[in-house]
């Protein structure tokens, strides 16, 4: 009986289509900083999907980086600032706004703590479409923009906030950092956050579409930012769809002035 042998020829081919096989069943994320300071991604992956790695990073002024993401993959990009090993806390790594709360540059499955801009993604979900948005339900702390590349079908949409919030946030929102005339405005919360009522939160009695409406706080995030979630129920102008995209995703995009 002749034996089947394995040429050198033979396995780079092989090779070559297993590379290709997986370029076809991965999407690619390319997270680029146009912000005038540096900005620590973070990366969370949605329950019952493989995490990915890394799960946090740092991304100097006008670098980007490319992450390969599983199609079925699902979870949130989010952008961390004003970071520093703090010596007062052991050396911990810690961050003013959107730290996820790991001590560490990777968030090691640790979430943005609020406010944080999200980009929300859930890929190959329904029909083959990945679902998508830039959510400031949680609120602001950057500047953010989805751009879909190569997609093959669905709307395909840019989305996002590319207006700088915190310097006209609402008094009861802001986030400050520094002291006195040093003082500055790094984050803007949600009213949920702010208050933790029901009414805004909508939660307990307010836990469907009709019975939470937008707020004045909401609708603050909604005029300045129309393609982003602004609250709970803000589905219809707000999450996008994409079939076999590879996705930009940038922080400070054009017309961020400040």
Same mark, same amino acid.
């Given at each position: 009986?002749?034996?089947?042998?394995?040429?050198?020829?033979? @396995?780079? @081919?092989?090779?070559?289509?297993?590379?290709?096989?997986?370029? /076809?069943?991965? +999407?690619?994320? $390319?997270? /680029?900083?146009?912000?005038?300071?540096?900005?620590?991604?973070? /990366?969370? &992956?949605?329950?019952?999907?493989?995490? *990915?790695?890394?799960?946090?990073?740092?991304?100097? &002024?006008?670098?980007? #980086?490319?992450?390969?993401?599983?199609?079925?993959?699902?979870? #949130?990009?989010?952008?961390?600032?004003?970071?520093?090993?703090?010596?007062?806390?052991?050396?911990?790594? +810690?961050? /003013?706004?959107?730290?996820?709360?790991?001590? $560490?540059?990777?968030?090691?499955?640790?979430?943005? *703590?609020?406010?944080? &801009?999200?980009?929300?993604?859930? @890929?190959?979900?329904?029909?083959?479409?990945?679902?998508?948005?830039?959510?400031?339900?949680?609120?602001?702390? @950057?500047?953010?923009? *989805?751009?879909? $590349?190569?997609?093959? #079908?669905?709307?395909?949409? !840019?989305?996002?906030?590319?207006?700088?919030?915190?310097?006209?946030?609402? #008094?009861?929102?802001?986030?400050?950092?520094?002291?006195?005339?040093?003082?500055?405005?790094?984050?803007?919360?949600?009213?949920?956050?702010?208050?933790?009522?029901?009414?805004?939160?909508?939660?307990?009695?307010?836990?469907?579409?009709?019975?939470?409406?937008?707020?004045?706080?909401?609708?603050?995030?909604?005029?300045?930012?129309?393609?982003?979630?602004?609250?709970?129920?803000?589905?219809?102008?707000?999450?996008?769809?994409? !079939?076999?995209?590879?996705?930009?995703? *940038?922080?400070?995009?054009?017309?961020? &002035?400040?």
């Amino acid at each position: 009986m002749d034996r089947f042998l394995i040429t050198p020829t033979f @396995l780079s @081919l092989l090779l070559l289509t297993f590379s290709l096989f997986s370029d /076809v069943q991965s +999407t690619t994320f $390319k997270i /680029v900083n146009k912000c005038r300071h540096t900005v620590w991604p973070g /990366v969370l &992956t949605g329950a019952d999907r493989a995490p *990915i790695n890394p799960t946090g990073f740092t991304l100097k &002024t006008g670098k980007s #980086r490319t992450l390969k993401m599983p199609r079925s993959w699902s979870g #949130r990009v989010w952008g961390r600032t004003l970071c520093s090993n703090d010596p007062s806390n052991g050396g911990k790594f +810690t961050c /003013v706004t959107g730290d996820c709360g790991s001590g $560490k540059v990777e968030c090691a499955g640790g979430g943005a *703590i609020p406010p944080a &801009t999200l980009a929300e993604f859930t @890929l190959n979900g329904d029909q083959g479409l990945d679902f998508y948005d830039v959510s400031l339900v949680d609120g602001y702390n @950057l500047p953010m923009l *989805i751009v879909a $590349k190569g997609g093959t #079908r669905g709307g395909c949409s !840019a989305t996002g906030c590319l207006v700088d919030l915190n310097g006209a946030c609402p #008094r009861d929102l802001r986030v400050a950092s520094g002291k006195g005339s040093h003082s500055e405005s790094v984050g803007c919360k949600s009213a949920c956050l702010a208050f933790n009522d029901p009414i805004y939160c909508c939660s307990e009695a307010h836990n469907t579409p009709d019975t939470c409406q937008p707020s004045s706080y909401s609708l603050f995030f909604k005029h300045a930012c129309p393609r982003s979630y602004s609250y709970a129920y803000d589905d219809k102008t707000s999450t996008f769809t994409c !079939a076999s995209a590879d996705y930009l995703i *940038i922080f400070c995009p054009l017309p961020y &002035t400040r």
